[in-house]
């Protein structure tokens, strides 16, 4: 039994996703600073695949040459963890999801101490200065 045509096309498909994703891919190549320092990024990879096709019946019956198919593939390679190699000693550092709620509010917290921080400092400045900007010390 001959190979069917979209089996050609899924298997090319495969192929070029396996060119695209492999072990390099998720453990990159490491980095090498001056220091000695070795830093391996780490990634997740997702990825899809779609595949399909048709063999035309109908008016044209008589010709079996005919075929339609299609594939499709897509990748996604995000960052999420350095391993940190210095000394003998291995430290990873993630990095922060901005899907989840609980990583946003650790990220912008630094943010919002600078900012509560400024507006004490100002309304300490206006009680100080006192009614009509005048200093009362």
């Known amino acids: 039994m001959a190979e069917h045509p979209i089996q050609g096309l899924m ?3 495969m192929d070029k ?3 695209m994703v492999d072990s390099n ?6 980095i090498k600073t001056e220091d000695g320092t070795t830093i391996l990024p780490v990634s997740r990879v997702t990825f899809g695949f779609a595949s399909g096709g048709s063999d035309f019946e109908g008016k044209n019956a008589a010709n079996k040459d005919l075929f339609g198919g299609g594939s499709g593939a897509g990748v996604s390679v995000s960052p999420v963890a350095f391993l940190v190699i210095k000394d003998g ?3 990873t550092i993630q990095m922060p999801n901005p899907n989840n709620s609980m990583d946003r ?3 912008m917290l630094p943010e919002l101490v600078d900012k509560l921080q400024e507006l004490l400092n100002k309304d300490k400045a206006e009680k100080k200065a006192g009614p009509a900007g005048i200093k009362t010390e």
């Open 11 to 13: 298997g090319v498909t």
């Open 89 to 91: 000693n291995v430290r």
């Open 25 to 30: 891919t998720i453990i990159g190549s490491p």
């Open 17 to 19: 996703i396996r060119e």
């Open 105 to 107: 509010i650790v990220t």
